[in-house]
């Protein structure tokens, strides 16, 4: 996939979370650790938001592209931005936002493993 469209498909994702009431603190967030796509708040808590982008024609669905060892990396990636940003203490989970073609998907919650 191009930056071009992933660039799109973030910007199509920012605006569906903004509907859902998100509030979009920060897009493309890296560090040493990893990256993160969008960082967000809804309802008090902060959500660290994986975009991913399937062509419908290609092999797979957008989900299946959100691996156990991605999950890891993005969980790690979140804990980082939390303790730079002073904010061990907020309530926090990992969303996801599928673009399947021109179907948008928010899930919520999609990773809890090692989370506190």
């Known amino acids: 996939m191009s930056r ?3 660039n799109e498909a973030e910007t199509l994702a920012a605006q569906s979370l903004e509907n ?3 509030y979009i603190i920060e897009r493309n967030y890296n560090c040493r650790v990893g990256e993160i796509d969008i960082i967000a708040k809804k309802d008090k808590v902060i959500c660290f938001v994986e975009v991913k982008y399937r062509n419908p024609r290609g092999f797979g669905t957008a989900v299946d592209a959100i691996t156990h060892s991605k999950m890891q990396k993005i969980l790690k990636t979140a804990k980082k931005y939390l303790y730079e940003n002073d904010l061990s203490d907020a309530d926090y989970r990992i969303d996801a936002v599928i673009i399947d ?4 998907e928010i899930m919520q919650n999609i990773f809890t493993e090692g989370m506190s």
Not at 101 to 104: A, L, Q, R
């Open 4 to 6: 071009e469209v992933g």
């Open 20 to 22: 859902d009431g998100y």
């Open 101 to 104: 073609g021109d179907k948008v």
